[in-house]
């Protein structure tokens, strides 16, 4: 049954590839109005999911609405009411950025006036309207991607999909990307479907996300849900005289779930957080002088490094 | 659908016209065309050039060689660059993208025969126009030139979406659409090695009909040609085949 809360449903999709299983058994839901971060490692089926939920490709199993309609037998209207930055620009390194928008303006119909309009509202914001008649091919990558990022929304989609939009580019173009894709979503109030595998982008943006392995969900949330449910926060403590002996002690105390020596620097997970003073005063009385004690919640990084981790030795 | 192919196709042209040949070589090479066919050779023919039946066969054979120009850039050249994925991402259907392209290709190819008969009229007008009075072109060669360059183009567009549509890059493409007109002048070459009483015979067919009739069943076989190309064609621009490539 299509639910008209979510922009996306998918329900068993599976897609393979000779023997791989690029999508498999994907069920999930994205809500309209948010910004859906879809982690996963290279090759873990985060394009291969796009250009399903695009219709570009069918699905060999199961099925997926997009915006209420279904991929497989309504592609065309899933396309007419969506954008999509893919993995490559598509720009045309020929043309101008303005002749650029304006073809893809009048792809979708729209009037002279409102394609020059919308022109101006978009490449404004990111400061490339003054440079519209320049043709792109001498841009850096991180203006053409700004550029793609405008150009599917110009026509006014009610979902966007970016397909690793930051890769590739340097620190600061990736922060200068992260700055204005949040304003014009803002702005815009579309829903978007972003793949990544930058873990501060999806912390930044993502009102919700799912982490995808090997074409399978390994699991689906808030990042603080994710957080939560995937393991408790951490305990840090850097000092002197940490020595193999200590850590193996500290894997037979009950209170720790997990411990990591990371050069002199343990990393504990703990059942119970507020006991750490147990650990600290065995620490001290095994004669590590302690530096910094430290209690910090999990990263999104963490949290999917340890999923895909899971994951992993689950296969094994 | 016609509002979309015309997109795709202006957009098409816009990058031919304004980038001119394959993978960007200069807008310099139609202005050397335009030179070559539409001042330099009408100079050294004089009126002939404008007045000779022979040139049925030139207007009608080098809007082949200038499409085969550009026409392999036209997927090849998309999927090189990586556009094609976004623009398949799109609202646009498979048709309105296929006909766009060939159709752009088609006119290119249009535009720039009647450029260069235009220039060709006016060198051999300003040149001998003072010896003969106002030459102009024999109506029934226009209409031919007008019937020939839209389907010779067409079917050189055909092919080139064809080869273009299968090669893995537009160098790929090039060489391609090189052999396969090697291809096409074959059997002109072969001509000398068919017995004289064959080709006697087939002169005599050939004069015993009017020189209306021949160009009708050219026309037809040409039209045949091209659509059957353009079914090939269709069945194999599909977005789901297309984007695994």
Same mark, same amino acid.
């Given at each position: 049954?299509?639910?008209?809360?979510?922009?996306?449903?998918?329900?068993?999709?599976?897609?393979?590839?000779?023997?791989?299983?690029?999508?498999?058994?994907?069920?999930?839901?994205?809500?309209?109005?948010?910004?859906?971060?879809?982690?996963?490692?290279?090759?873990?089926?985060?394009?291969?999911?796009?250009?399903?939920?695009?219709? *570009?490709?069918?699905?060999?199993?199961?099925?997926?609405?997009?915006?209420?309609?279904?991929?497989?037998?309504?592609?065309?209207?899933?396309?007419?009411?969506?954008?999509?930055?893919?993995?490559?620009?598509?720009?045309?390194?020929?043309?101008?950025?303005?002749?650029?928008?304006?073809?893809?303006?009048?792809?979708?119909?729209?009037?002279?006036?409102?394609?020059?309009?919308?022109?101006?509202?978009? +490449?404004?914001?990111?400061?490339?309207?003054?440079?519209?008649?320049?043709?792109? $091919?001498?841009?850096?990558?991180?203006?053409?991607?700004?550029?793609?990022?405008?150009?599917?929304?110009?026509?006014?989609?009610?979902?966007?999909?970016?397909?690793?939009?930051?890769?590739?580019?340097?620190?600061?173009?990736?922060?200068?990307?992260?700055?204005?894709?949040?304003?014009?979503?803002?702005?815009?109030?579309?829903?978007?479907?972003?793949?990544?595998?930058?873990?501060?982008?999806?912390?930044?943006?993502?009102?919700?996300?799912?982490?995808?392995?090997?074409?399978?969900? +390994?699991?689906?949330?808030?990042?603080?849900?994710?957080?939560?449910?995937?393991?408790?926060?951490? *305990?840090?403590?850097?000092?002197? $005289?940490?020595?193999?002996?200590?850590?193996?002690?500290?894997?037979?105390?009950?209170?720790?779930?997990?411990?990591?020596?990371?050069?002199?620097?343990?990393?504990?997970?703990?059942?119970?957080?507020?006991?750490?003073?147990?650990?600290?005063?065995?620490?001290?009385?095994?004669?590590?002088?302690?530096?910094?004690?430290?209690?910090?919640?999990?990263?999104?990084?963490?949290?999917?490094?340890?999923?895909?981790?899971?994951?992993?030795?689950?296969?094994? | 659908?016609?509002?979309?192919?015309?997109?795709?196709?202006?957009?098409?042209?816009?990058?031919?016209?304004?980038?001119?040949?394959?993978?960007?070589?200069?807008?310099?090479?139609?202005?050397?065309?335009?030179?070559?066919?539409?001042?330099?050779?009408?100079?050294?023919?004089?009126?002939?050039?404008?007045?000779?039946?022979?040139?049925?066969?030139?207007?009608?054979?080098?809007?082949?060689?200038?499409?085969?120009?550009?026409?392999?850039?036209?997927?090849?050249?998309?999927?090189?660059?990586?556009?094609?994925?976004?623009?398949?991402?799109?609202?646009?259907?498979?048709?309105?993208?296929?006909?766009?392209? %060939?159709?752009?290709?088609?006119?290119?190819?249009? !535009?720039?025969?009647?450029?260069?008969?235009?220039?060709? %009229?006016?060198?051999?007008?300003?040149?001998?126009?003072?010896?003969?009075?106002?030459? @102009?072109?024999?109506?029934?060669?226009?209409?031919?030139?007008?019937?020939?360059?839209?389907?010779?183009?067409?079917?050189?567009?055909?092919?080139?979406?064809?080869?273009? %549509?299968?090669?893995?890059?537009?160098?790929?493409?090039?060489?391609?659409?090189?052999?396969?007109?090697?291809?096409?002048?074959?059997?002109?070459?072969?001509?000398?090695?068919?017995?004289?009483?064959?080709?006697?015979?087939?002169?005599?067919?050939?004069?015993?009909?009017?020189?209306?009739?021949?160009?009708?069943?050219?026309? @037809?076989?040409?039209?045949?040609?091209?659509? !059957?190309?353009?079914?090939?064609?269709?069945?194999?621009?599909?977005?789901?085949?297309?984007?695994?490539?």
């Amino acid at each position: 049954m299509i639910d008209n809360m979510n922009a996306i449903q998918t329900n068993q999709l599976t897609r393979s590839f000779g023997d791989l299983k690029a999508v498999d058994r994907l069920t999930m839901d994205v809500p309209r109005g948010t910004v859906f971060g879809f982690l996963g490692p290279n090759g873990s089926g985060k394009t291969t999911t796009i250009r399903l939920l695009l219709g *570009l490709l069918d699905p060999d199993q199961g099925n997926a609405q997009v915006l209420g309609f279904d991929t497989r037998r309504q592609a065309g209207e899933v396309r007419v009411r969506c954008g999509a930055l893919l993995e490559h620009h598509g720009l045309y390194e020929r043309l101008s950025a303005e002749e650029n928008l304006d073809y893809y303006g009048r792809i979708w119909h729209m009037p002279k006036e409102e394609r020059e309009r919308r022109i101006r509202e978009l +490449l404004e914001p990111l400061d490339l309207y003054k440079r519209r008649d320049e043709p792109i $091919g001498q841009w850096s990558r991180g203006m053409k991607q700004k550029l793609a990022v405008a150009r599917t929304l110009m026509h006014h989609p009610e979902l966007i999909f970016l397909d690793e939009p930051t890769a590739g580019l340097d620190p600061v173009a990736s922060a200068t990307l992260r700055e204005d894709l949040a304003l014009l979503v803002a702005r815009e109030g579309v829903t978007i479907f972003l793949t990544t595998h930058n873990l501060v982008e999806a912390e930044k943006l993502c009102t919700k996300v799912g982490v995808i392995n090997h074409g399978q969900l +390994l699991a689906i949330g808030s990042p603080a849900d994710l957080r939560a449910k995937t393991s408790a926060p951490r *305990l840090y403590v850097t000092g002197q $005289g940490i020595s193999e002996r200590i850590v193996d002690d500290l894997k037979r105390n009950l209170l720790v779930t997990k411990v990591q020596n990371q050069n002199g620097r343990l990393v504990l997970d703990l059942n119970d957080l507020t006991r750490s003073y147990e650990i600290v005063t065995l620490l001290v009385q095994a004669g590590v002088q302690i530096d910094e004690v430290r209690k910090e919640k999990l990263d999104l990084e963490d949290v999917f490094l340890q999923l895909v981790e899971e994951e992993t030795r689950g296969e094994k | 659908m016609i509002a979309d192919i015309a997109t795709v196709g202006l957009k098409e042209l816009r990058e031919i016209f304004t980038f001119g040949d394959v993978r960007g070589r200069s807008k310099f090479s139609l202005v050397i065309l335009i030179v070559i066919f539409g001042i330099v050779i009408p100079l050294q023919n004089g009126r002939g050039w404008v007045r000779s039946p022979i040139n049925i066969m030139i207007w009608g054979w080098m809007p082949f060689l200038w499409v085969s120009g550009i026409v392999a850039d036209l997927f090849a050249g998309e999927r090189e660059r990586h556009t094609l994925e976004a623009l398949l991402a799109t609202r646009l259907s498979d048709q309105s993208i296929l006909f766009g392209k %060939l159709l752009a290709a088609m006119a290119y190819g249009f !535009i720039l025969t009647w450029v260069i008969m235009l220039a060709g %009229l006016i060198t051999v007008n300003i040149s001998y126009g003072r010896y003969y009075g106002l030459i @102009f072109y024999p109506t029934s060669m226009l209409l031919a030139a007008l019937v020939f360059s839209i389907l010779i183009s067409g079917l050189s567009a055909c092919i080139g979406v064809l080869v273009s %549509l299968r090669a893995g890059s537009v160098r790929q493409a090039q060489q391609m659409m090189s052999a396969g007109m090697l291809v096409l002048f074959l059997p002109f070459m072969l001509i000398q090695f068919i017995p004289v009483r064959v080709v006697r015979s087939i002169t005599e067919m050939a004069t015993s009909v009017s020189s209306l009739q021949i160009a009708l069943l050219v026309a @037809f076989v040409l039209l045949l040609i091209e659509g !059957i190309l353009i079914v090939i064609a269709l069945r194999l621009f599909q977005r789901s085949k297309l984007i695994l490539d």
